[in-house]
């Protein structure tokens, strides 16, 4: 795979080589003081320096010196300071000598020489223009001094120490760029080795999908050749190839994008791809970083769970239609079993013995509960399978919950608890479907009666707060548990204990819930066990003023199931 052209090693800080050039540093500026030391104290004492010149030798020690503070303290200020003093030498020494034509004129071009050992290129840079200071510092003194004494051993000696100095950096200079290219090509190989074994394949994208780079184990039916040869897009899936565009594009304006598309050469496989734009330096077109997956496993699971939810939803709609099926075929020879049972009971065609009367009665009362739950069975169903269809009248609902109170309350005397309503004085008008309005507030006092002992109260009361029909039933029964407040409200499902649970079925309440949200609106359960129960339906029903049903009777509105079943 070709290498990437924006991988670079990472660099050292600025205006320093690496650590490991120190040392020689370090020893070149202490062969310099050595050699200069030993140039000025030499000459002195065979007598051929002396005067301006022997200072001007002895202080080309000073930078030589002063070069051995590396080894304490290194970097790009450090290392322009000393050029500095490199500089100043040179300009004294080219000062007391006469310049270019004295006898220490190869000392002019040290600054330039130390620039080299130090590296960089502001610093060969710096040390060129103290190369020119230098020379023109001299050029100075040969005007107003004069020139130089005439030494031509010492100019050789000093041409020759130059020579060597200039040599020993240019080594050393190649030392440290050999050294920084072997960092630079180790770092680019850790990375290039790194990407090359990652799991997924990592793409280099021009804007136009052309592959610049690949790195990576590429999915299988994605190989990486063709990449290079053809582009990304060309071995996409054509259906898919809209949606890679699209997400190269919204890539390109800065966000991050992520797409599945099917391979051209094996369209059962699924390749997820994340795309993130990559600016390159300067002025240059921005580029794409791509990272391929394979998500064939993934996409198999997605595809697996949709076809399960569509079996689960087409096996519920099934139950549902069963329901509904079964409970039109059991109510009707239920019909015939209450209606003959009715006749016997009102002796129509004579007497019969009090035990077969008995027997009689417990069949009625038996099919008349049987009647009721295959009615509440029928309702669910019909709301589950989305087939209850609301019919919408206009009526007082004060007049409906008056009824439902009727019906309950000879249960009510029966069982000793007290059943009270509490209606307001004006008109309470409502559009709602009756029947079901009805139902809501049968199931809810049935429920209350069915659970307060002997002594307690049940209340309902009906109140219109703006749009709002709110219905409320209470009573001190034997109250919910916080537990099983959550629950209730889902078809079959009771609270409290086992002899509680044989007094119903579980269905008033999801029936009560299931009507509510056909309505638009909602019910909420407040209880405290031992103390009592408050159940609240609130619809958006009610209506400002009472107005006239259209001609031709009720208006039937279908409404789908919202919430809950």
Do not use: C
């Not at 009665?361 to 099919?367: K, V």
Request: proline letters at 7%; hydrophobic letters at 50%.
């Amino acid at each position: 795979m070709p290498p990437s052209d924006d991988i670079t090693a990472r660099e050292t800080p600025a205006g320093r080589g690496p650590a490991s050039d120190r040392p020689s540093l370090a020893a070149w500026h202490a062969g310099w003081a050595v050699a200069a030391a030993l140039l000025a104290l030499g000459g002195r004492w065979l007598g051929g320096i002396e005067g301006p010149v022997f200072y001007g030798v002895l202080a080309m020690v000073v930078p030589g010196v002063t070069g051995l503070a590396l080894l304490q303290r290194d970097g790009g200020r450090e290392r322009m300071t000393l050029l500095g003093v490199w500089g100043l030498a040179a300009m004294t020494a080219a000062s007391l000598s006469g310049g270019l034509t004295g006898p220490l004129a190869g000392f002019v071009f040290l600054p330039l020489t130390a620039g080299l050992a130090l590296g960089g290129v502001r610093l060969v840079q710096a040390g060129a223009l103290g190369v020119g200071a230098a020379a023109m510092a001299g050029l100075l003194s040969a005007w107003l001094v004069g020139p130089g004494p005439h030494l031509p051993a010492l100019a050789a000696i000093a041409a020759v120490l130059t020579a060597g100095a200039a040599a020993l950096a240019v080594r050393l200079s190649w030392r440290q760029n050999e050294l920084r290219m072997t960092m630079a090509e180790s770092e680019a190989g850790k990375v290039e080795r790194l990407l090359a074994a990652q799991p997924g394949l990592t793409l280099v994208l021009e804007r136009s999908g052309r592959v610049l780079a690949a790195y990576g184990a590429p999915p299988p039916a994605l190989p990486v050749d063709p990449l290079f040869e053809q582009g990304l897009v060309a071995a996409v899936h054509a259906p898919d190839r809209p949606r890679l565009l699209a997400a190269i594009d919204r890539a390109l304006q800065g966000h991050d994008a992520a797409t599945a598309f099917a391979p051209r050469l094996a369209l059962d496989r699924r390749v997820q791809l994340i795309l993130r734009r990559l600016d390159g330096p300067g002025h240059e077109a921005p580029r794409l970083i791509a990272q391929a997956f394979d998500g064939t496993s993934q996409y198999a699971r997605e595809l697996g769970l949709e076809t399960a939810r569509i079996e689960a939803e087409a096996r519920e709609a099934g139950k549902s239609r069963f329901l509904a099926n079964m409970s039109h075929e059991l109510r009707t020879p239920l019909n015939a079993v209450l209606g003959f049972s009715d006749i016997m009971r009102q002796r129509l065609f004579g007497p019969m013995p009090e035990r077969y009367a008995a027997y009689v009665d417990n069949i009625h009362e038996a099919g008349e509960h049987l009647l009721e739950l295959i009615n509440d069975v029928l309702d669910v169903s019909k709301i589950e399978a989305e087939r209850y269809v609301l019919t919408l009248e206009r009526f007082d609902s004060r007049e409906l919950i008056s009824a439902a109170v009727a019906l309950v309350r000879v249960t009510a005397e029966e069982k000793g608890v007290i059943l009270s309503s509490v209606l307001p004085a004006e008109p309470v008008d409502v559009s709602a479907d009756k029947r079901a309005l009805k139902q809501i507030a049968l199931n809810l006092l049935s429920n209350a009666v069915k659970f307060t002992p002997p002594g307690g109260t049940v209340t309902i009361s009906v109140e219109a707060i703006g749009p709002y029909l709110e219905l409320v039933v209470a009573d001190t029964g034997v109250g919910i548990a916080p537990e099983d407040v959550r629950r209730l409200g889902r078809p079959f499902e009771q609270a409290g204990a086992m002899e509680q649970r044989r007094q119903g079925t579980g269905l008033g309440l999801s029936l009560v819930r299931a009507f509510a949200e056909l309505h638009g609106g909602r019910m909420s359960i407040d209880s405290t066990l031992g103390e009592g129960t408050a159940v609240t339906v609130r619809l958006p029903v009610a209506q400002v003023a009472r107005a006239p049903a259209p001609e031709g009777g009720a208006e039937i509105i279908p409404m789908p199931v919202a919430g809950g079943k």
